[in-house]
């Protein structure tokens, strides 16, 4: 059989992959002669939007496309986000593409996906590949179905209540059902009631608040101050000592106070503050579940020739530890929120484990 395509590409996270997403893969499958999936968020902790490892969401792609034939032609591959750095990002997206095919002429490459709003974005990201606009699904028979197509509003039910969406498939949800036992059911359906009752409790404000913080990178000998959150949100992944902005004291006075009371590090305010040697702001909106937040980092770099300070866990922090920076590269899914990227651009590492 003639394909248009050599190769057609279908990024997006689909956790988990409803009706909307295998339609899309099967038009693929008319179109093209291989079907690379990357499926984003990869390595990413479970969270009330990434609920699933990418591991999970390939089983329950293969459960929804049972074809074996199909999966002849389909490559599925984990994508992994580089907040901060788009071009880190496409760097991935063209090593996939490259990797996937080995041919010795030219081929033609296509992305394929709906453009459904500033997140597919992605789609005009490549000119040297054509983009496949992909239609919004139809239910003829259910047109209460469209209303219903979309993976956010399928997580919410899902850790509301335990609702399984009547717009997947089957086998998809059986596993979900399954899941529903699992102790990482239980974690992300405490995340996603923690967050639910954060926003609750600002609901009556005039405007959407933006919150301050600040974050504290601190390194000595290849070596960086770590965390363990003790409270939710989040509860037990890894993060950079910091806090809320109070109303009367600057981002730098903040950060400091954060610092000492998280780590009660061994090293006095006034040297910590003589050896900041970078600050920057992070304001990606999507940065938090919790809404806008925006953080000052600061980049602390204590004297190597010092034995490295002591530091204990306290206040909301249930560990404090100096960690090899070499091991946070391998980090990054029991990291809060944006803190491996944020890491990432204060200390000039890839996202991706190029540096290695």
Request: charged share 25%.
């Amino acid at each position: 059989m003639q394909y248009e395509y050599d190769l057609l590409t279908f990024i997006g996270r689909m956790g988990p992959p409803h009706i909307g997403h295998i339609e899309t893969i099967r038009t693929a499958l008319e179109q093209a002669e291989r079907v690379l999936i990357l499926l984003g968020s990869s390595g990413e902790p479970r969270t009330p939007k990434n609920p699933f490892t990418h591991e999970e969401r390939r089983t329950l792609l293969r459960l929804a496309l049972d074809d074996p034939d199909m999966w002849e032609r389909i490559v599925v591959k984990p994508l992994y986000d580089c907040t901060y750095n788009n071009d880190a990002w496409k760097i991935q997206v063209q090593k996939a593409v490259e990797s996937t095919l080995d041919v010795d002429y030219v081929p033609k490459i296509g992305l394929i996906g709906h453009s459904k709003d500033e997140s597919s974005w992605y789609l005009k990201a490549f000119p040297q590949w054509k983009a496949v606009e992909m239609p919004l699904v139809t239910f003829p028979e259910n047109p209460e179905f469209a209303e219903m197509l979309s993976a956010t509003q399928i997580r919410d039910r899902f850790f509301e209540d335990g609702t399984v969406s009547d717009i997947l498939n089957p086998r998809v949800q059986m596993w979900l059902e399954g899941f529903k036992l699992s102790p990482d059911y239980l974690y992300v359906q405490h995340e996603f009631n923690f967050i639910k009752s954060f926003k609750e409790s600002w609901a009556n404000s005039p405007y959407p608040p933006t919150f301050n913080t600040t974050d504290a990178v601190v390194t000595q000998s290849g070596h960086i101050l770590l965390i363990q959150r003790g409270g939710y949100p989040q509860k037990g992944t890894w993060a950079l000592p910091g806090g809320y902005l109070d109303q009367n004291e600057t981002m730098l006075n903040g950060m400091i106070r954060e610092l000492v009371e998280e780590t009660k590090i061994k090293v006095p305010a006034k040297i910590l503050e003589k050896n900041v040697i970078a600050r920057r702001t992070f304001d990606d909106p999507t940065r938090s579940a919790r809404g806008r937040v925006i953080t000052e980092a600061f980049h602390i770099r204590l004297d190597d020739t010092l034995a490295l300070p002591r530091v204990k866990g306290s206040d909301d922090a249930a560990k404090a530890k100096w960690v090899p920076i070499s091991e946070v590269l391998y980090m990054r899914d029991v990291f809060f929120e944006d803190h491996f990227h944020l890491i990432c651009v204060m200390l000039g590492l890839s996202p991706t484990l190029d540096n290695i």
